[in-house]
């Protein structure tokens, strides 16, 4: 099995449990006057509403430099919110010059008040050594704390460090445990990884038929290394009945996702389909398209 790495979610991706927290107010054409001028008097709660709007475009023009400016005004009086938001804007570099130090810094003071994606974001930062000396024990800890608080970030990356012993004693048990915690909240690359652990009996009593439904669950979400294993275990009939239909099936999906062996996934669907008469093979074909029809203009759930 290769090396874990973790693949979670960006920084840029809008904090939801901050928002609900702060609900923004502004009126149809800009921003509630009042608001405006409770934030100027220094209130920081009214300040951090002012920067959501400007961060959203929500009634005004969009503007990222105004948003951390409102943000930063918060975040000195020690607003958790704007805290976390500011220093999610230094790492990402948006209204603000690019700076993983003074990232850390933010994300750290909310990140110590329990806000589990400043959690997950300060763990990332120490996995990879942006803006603090790399420290797999440190991240550890800090992805632990956002993994018992449910963020699925936090425990995908969790079990990643588990697989690989990095920060943590190897441990697959743990691993399959934090996979499974993200893979049932909808992250496919949790599917993915709890599905090779279940083939490879890693941690998990090694069982073919799990192995084959997580790897169907991350397979309808566009997964394309999930498919092409779907496909290998229909075209061997592992964990599944063989189906050669089937197993085009999902080779055809894979080909056109990113998968890390195009040339592989290629050869394999075209043994596939070989097995098929050509009556089959075009009504397969037809379910692929249709597949993509129904797909197609849905984004891939994180």
Known sequence: MPKFRCLAESFSAVLLILCMAVALSAQSK?????????????????????????????????????????????????????????????????????????????????????????QWNLGYLYEHGKGVTKDYSKAATWYQKAAEQGDVAGQLCLAFLYSNGSGVPQDWARAAVWFRRAAEQGNADAMFNLA????????????????????????????????????????????????????????DLAASGNTHRPDEVAKDRDDSASHLSSARLLQTQKRVRKWFDEHSAKPTPQ
């Open 30 to 118: 800009g921003i509630d006057p009042t608001l405006l001028a409770n934030a100027n008097a220094g209130d920081a709660e009214s300040q951090v509403r002012v920067a959501f709007a400007y961060e959203d475009g929500e009634d005004v023009e969009q503007n990222y430099s105004i948003a951390a400016a409102w943000y930063q005004k918060a975040a000195d009086q020690g607003f958790v919110i704007a805290q976390a938001r500011l220093g999610a804007l230094y790492y990402i570099g948006k209204g603000v010059e690019k700076d993983d130090v003074l990232a850390a810094i933010w994300l750290q003071k909310a990140a110590e008040q329990n806000v589990a994606r400043s």
């Open 196 to 251: 090779g652990l279940y083939g490879e009996g890693r941690g998990v009593p090694q069982d073919y038929a799990q192995e084959a439904a997580w790897l169907r669950k991350a397979a309808d979400q566009s997964h394309a290394e999930a498919q092409y294993l779907l496909g290998l275990s229909y075209m061997t009939g592992r964990g599944v009945t063989r189906d050669y239909a089937k197993a085009y099936f999902w080779m």
